[in-house]
């Protein structure tokens, strides 16, 4: 069983940057791929962006490129999103999620339904 726990949310204006973090309990976490996902009011969960096991692949969704970047300390089991020139489109409760596999397919990746771990969420709200 993995435990994961999301902090770092919060507010922040238009244009500013976050740091998201997701320490996760249990073993094996360095054989993972972990991945962050957002869920906006009214809105199904969205892909954001995934990492591989040892932090040699990642995978962003189109909207995120160049301004989110995914990253894992294995020592302290704890993956991170940097998220930087946010947007008001961007705010919503954001979740990481863990598949027991340690690399994914780019295309099957970006799919909730893979990944057997879920956190709980943090919110961040981009104001205009």
């Known amino acids: 069983q993995v435990q994961l726990v999301e902090s770092g949310g919060g507010l922040v204006q238009a244009g500013g940057s976050l740091r998201l973090s997701c320490a996760a309990s249990?073993?094996?976490?360095?054989?993972?791929?972990m991945g962050w996902f957002r869920q906006a009011p009214g809105k199904g969960r969205e892909f954001v962006a995934a990492i591989s096991w040892s932090g040699g692949s990642t995978y962003y969704a189109d909207s995120m490129k160049g301004r989110f970047t995914i990253s894992r300390d294995n020592a302290k089991n704890t993956v991170y999103l940097q998220m930087n020139s946010l947007k008001p489109e961007d705010t919503a409760v954001y979740h990481c999620?863990?598949?027991?596999?340690?690399?994914?397919?780019?295309?099957?990746?970006?799919?909730?339904?893979?990944?057997?771990?879920w956190g709980q969420g943090t919110q961040v709200t981009v104001s205009s």
């Open positions: 249990g073993r094996a976490f360095n054989a993972y791929t």
């Open positions: 999620a863990a598949d027991r596999h340690p690399e994914i397919d780019e295309i099957v990746v970006i799919i909730t339904t893979i990944y057997d771990y």
